[in-house]
């Protein structure tokens, strides 16, 4: 029997409260700090490690972090999670976002279909799709190949499979594998379409509606944006376009497309990325075999987060440490600083993915609870983000804990040498000082120039980012938004948050307004 109790009910919790918080200044000073370093680390997969030696955290608090995870039954609820109980309570869904990867528990059988079957499925019709227009078996009206993809869809039906398309772009070309390139429209600002629809070749163009729902606001009126621009070129809007979709929405039976490829509502949004979600615009612009390398990443993470052993889960003890700062320290916002320019979206999906997910003031019951939840999330590709926010994180008033994101090898493999070092160098030169400073800090008699330390920090460590360590890097979070959600009782697979402003603005084009709501619309001319 599983308990589903808030944090502050259990005795854990209490005690992990009364535990000496630790010093990361002098903890992670001198000998005892290299110590750290070497021990605090734990493998994610082959190429990817987890370090938490500049993590506020120590013997005696990850003792009472494990005794947290079993109160709270963290390993049972994964478990009932992938063997296919209804977790998502506000929504009384399924959650299986990680059978789209692989099967980690018993076959999950719902609306009278085996569930894995489906998503393997899907799999198979897209890549089959995918190399018959890599092949120009499946080309436009006029025979000619197709060359570029463009993804319709918005939240989570963009922010990840766009952070996953940047990421592997570049590795992509360099290994051969890039097929075609792919290109985004999300805002329902028309310059964003318009700006896209400028930058292509319409003609040799395959467009990919992504919607769940299949009534999101934005994507519907990007879509007929993009069939506006089709008709106006002479072209047959339903010979360019195809849809990822529920099979239960309105987008699923029209003739309007050249192939539907399907998700469902087991699928949030923010964790669909290894579903038909991301696997349409993946599997074209890199090719299907890519697309199952990048599953079988996040697969080996997967598994991984159903250790027991909290110092061999790095996901549930990266999701434990967080809760650490957020309800016993105090700390209100994480960022996320991927050095690595191909992870430039990453922290901006993950904002979606933590946020929408964690962002919540009621736990799985719809009660209140009495304790602080998700925390803001934000990030920038270092070392951009040192010449712009980092003077807060070292010297503001907010202790700000962070999360490094480093490869020893980079993806492109051009680099020069200067001043004796190479960029790459630099680069991982930069990380490991940030690190070192923001934990150990300097003392200067001027003020000004004082660094207080104290500031913690983890890495995950890679060798280079490939299509497996992406999807372990992926899967790393997802599963850690989801333990964190165990801890704090909330439901963190739906959205409610995101509905009032829906229901505003629809009654703003409409002219129902009154009060505010009129005069802003009159301020903004509708
Ligand atoms: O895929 P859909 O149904 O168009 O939804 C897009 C996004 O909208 C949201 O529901 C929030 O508005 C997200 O959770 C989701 O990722």
Same mark, same amino acid.
């Given at each position: ?6 944090l ?27 110590e ?7 493998p994610?997969?082959?190429?990817l ?8 955290v120590?013997?005696?608090v ?19 999670l ?9 929504e009384?869904r399924?959650?299986?976002h990680?059978l789209?990867?692989g ?15 489906f ?8 890549a ?7 092949a120009?078996e ?17 939240g ?7 952070a ?5 772009e570049?590795?992509a ?18 310059d ?6 400028n ?10 509606l992504?919607?769940k729902?299949g ?13 506006d621009?089709?008709?106006?070129a002479?072209?047959?809007?339903s010979k ?8 239960t929405?309105?987008?699923?039976k029209?003739?309007?497309?050249l192939?539907?490829f ?5 699928i ?16 074209l ?5 890519v697309f ?6 996040a ?14 889960n ?7 440490i967080?809760v650490?700062?957020?309800?016993v320290?105090?700390?209100p ?19 979606q ?5 964690n ?7 719809g ?9 803001v999330?934000f990030g920038?590709p270092g070392?951009?983000?040192?010449h712009?926010f ?16 480093g490869?020893k ?9 200067i ?10 030169a ?27 920090s983890s890495?995950i460590? =890679?060798? /280079? $980012?490939?299509p ?5 890097? @992926? #899967? +790393? ?7 964190q959600?165990?801890v ?6 739906d959205q409610? =948050?995101? /509905? $009032?402003?829906?229901v505003?603005?629809?009654r703003? @084009? #409409? +002219?129902e307004?009154?009060g505010?709501?009129?005069v802003?619309?009159?301020?903004l001319?509708?």
């Amino acid at each position: 029997m599983l308990n589903w109790k808030n944090l502050d009910t259990l005795a854990s919790y209490e005690e992990l409260k009364k535990v000496e918080p630790v010093n990361v200044a002098e903890v992670m000073s001198g000998e005892n700090g290299a110590e750290r370093v070497k021990n605090y680390s734990i493998p994610m997969m082959d190429g990817l490690t987890y370090n938490y030696a500049a993590k506020a955290v120590d013997e005696k608090v990850l003792a009472a972090l494990a005794k947290l995870a079993e109160e709270a039954q963290l390993i049972e609820k994964y478990e009932s999670l992938y063997n296919g109980a209804v977790i998502n309570t506000g929504e009384k869904r399924l959650v299986l976002h990680q059978l789209t990867r692989g099967q980690l528990g018993n076959d999950v059988v719902a609306d009278g279909v085996n569930k894995r079957d489906f998503y393997v499925s899907q799999q198979e019709r897209i890549a089959d799709f995918a190399n018959k227009v890599h092949a120009g078996e499946i080309t436009n009206a006029a025979g000619e190949k197709f060359t570029t993809v463009v993804q319709i869809g918005i939240g989570g039906s963009d922010l990840g499979p766009r952070a996953m398309y940047l990421a592997l772009e570049n590795w992509a070309k360099v290994n051969n594998k890039f097929k075609m390139e792919a290109k985004f429209i999300s805002n329902v600002d028309p310059d964003d379409a318009a700006a896209v629809l400028n930058s292509i070749d319409v003609a040799h163009s395959i467009f990919i509606l992504v919607s769940k729902s299949g009534t999101t606001l934005e994507t519907l009126t990007n879509e007929s944006f993009v069939k506006d621009a089709l008709a106006k070129a002479g072209l047959d809007a339903s010979k360019h376009m195809i849809a990822v979709t529920s099979e239960t929405s309105p987008l699923a039976k029209s003739d309007d497309y050249l192939a539907a490829f399907f998700m469902d509502d087991y699928i949030g949004g923010r964790y669909s990325s290894s579903s038909a979600v991301g696997g349409a615009v993946l599997s074209l612009a890199f090719g299907p075999d890519v697309f199952a390398e990048f599953l079988a990443g996040a697969a080996e993470v997967d598994k991984t987060a159903t250790n027991k052993d909290l110092l061999k889960n790095p996901e549930m003890l990266d999701a434990l440490i967080g809760v650490y700062e957020r309800n016993v320290l105090g700390y209100p916002s994480t960022a996320v600083l991927p050095y690595s320019q191909a992870l430039s979206r990453f922290p901006a999906h993950l904002q979606q993915l933590d946020m929408e997910s964690n962002g919540k003031s009621v736990n799985r019951f719809g009660e209140p609870v009495d304790y602080v939840t998700g925390p803001v999330i934000f990030g920038e590709p270092g070392t951009n983000g040192q010449h712009s926010f980092y003077q807060l994180l070292h010297q503001g008033t907010d202790i700000v804990p962070l999360q490094f994101i480093g490869f020893k090898n980079n993806q492109i493999g051009t680099d020069v040498v200067i001043q004796d070092s190479t960029s790459q160098q630099k680069l991982c030169a930069n990380v490991a000082a940030q690190i070192v400073a923001f934990a150990c800090g300097k003392a200067d008699e001027n003020r000004n120039k004082n660094f207080e330390g104290g500031r913690p920090s983890s890495i995950i460590i =890679g060798e /280079q $980012l490939t299509p497996k360590t992406l999807g372990a890097l @992926l #899967a +790393h979070f997802e599963n850690k938004v989801m333990f964190q959600g165990f801890v704090w009782n909330v439901n963190s697979f739906d959205q409610e =948050g995101v /509905q $009032l402003g829906k229901v505003l603005a629809k009654r703003v @084009l #409409a +002219h129902e307004t009154d009060g505010a709501l009129k005069v802003y619309s009159d301020l903004l001319n509708i």
